[in-house]
């Protein structure tokens, strides 16, 4: 039987990662959409000066569910305007949690010995 990519992005599996003052985020996330191109968008967002809407954008199509809270029993809906007054030390923590349970990150090219002199 063949594997149906369109129905492995529909599957969510959990997430968790703790916070450095101990608090957790958990959630699901649909690991089907870490795909070399995501990869490759997120290397080239992190080298962007205004980088951290198209890093909301990305999150927002990956993670599925969340248990954050913007007031205590108002969940923080998964959009890009919400994500963006999120404290970044979050949204980080969350990118961590997906990458941790989806596998090992993307791995760093090597660097090249090329001059240009």
Same mark, same amino acid.
């Given at each position: 039987?063949?594997?149906?990519v ?10 968790s #990662? ?6 957790v +985020?958990? /959630?699901?996330y649909r690991p089907? $959409?870490?795909?070399f ?6 290397r ?14 990305k999150? #927002?199509?990956?993670v599925?569910?969340?248990? +954050?809270? /913007?007031?205590p029993g108002?969940? $923080? ?9 999120v ?15 989806g ?6 090219p090597?660097?090249?010995s090329?001059s240009?002199?």
């Open positions: 039987m063949a594997v149906i369109s129905k492995r992005k529909e599957v969510t599996k959990p997430f #990662v703790t916070l450095d003052d101990g608090e +985020v958990a /959630g699901t089907a $959409l870490l795909t191109e995501f990869d490759r968008e997120m080239l967002m992190y080298k962007e000066d205004e980088s951290e809407k198209g890093l909301c954008e999150l #927002v199509q990956v599925a569910s969340w248990d +954050v809270e /913007g007031e108002e969940p $923080l809906p998964l959009t890009v305007d919400a994500l963006m007054d404290p970044s030390d979050i949204m980080f923590a969350v990118i961590r949690g997906v990458r941790s349970a596998g090992p990150p993307a791995p760093t090597p660097a090249t090329a240009f002199s």
